[in-house]
Nanobody, 115 residues
Framework: DVQLQASGGGLVQAGGSLRLSCAASGFILDDYEICWFRQAPKKEREGVFCISSSEGKEWFADSVKGRFTISSDIAKNTVYLQMNSLKPEDTAVYYC????????WGQGTLVTVSS
């Protein structure tokens, strides 16, 4: 059974940090492009950060440059999104997606940043 499990969201004050986790089962995360997306209320879903370990590539949105980083733990088959210096505009439901011709989506985890 193929699954992506996103977790780590919560309520944090502006300037704080959170680490989101995206754990995979049924497939090897490292073989896929893994992206974090987010969707704020009344806004479209947007890409935040992507990593492709097999291609050695990363991509991130300008809005998170210098604040968010992405990493992976092969042994745990998990990708992490470290979010620092959080801003109220980072408030959204965060989703992870695995892609290699087909897509797998996690269920989303809510991040709320208070001002």
């Amino acid at each position: 059974d193929v699954q992506l499990q996103a977790s780590g969201g919560g309520l944090v004050q502006a300037g704080g940090s959170l680490r989101l986790s995206c754990a995979a089962s049924g497939f090897i995360l490292d073989d896929y492009e893994i992206c974090w997306f987010r969707q704020a209320p009344k806004k479209e879903r947007e890409g935040v950060f992507c990593i492709s370990s097999s291609e050695g590539k990363e991509w991130f949105a300008d809005s998170v440059k210098g604040r968010f980083t992405i990493s992976s733990d092969i042994a745990k088959n998990t990708v992490y999104l470290q979010m620092n210096s959080l801003k109220p505009e980072d408030t959204a439901v965060y989703y992870c997606r695995g892609y290699r011709g087909i897509e797998y989506w996690g269920q989303g985890t809510l991040v709320t940043v208070s001002s």
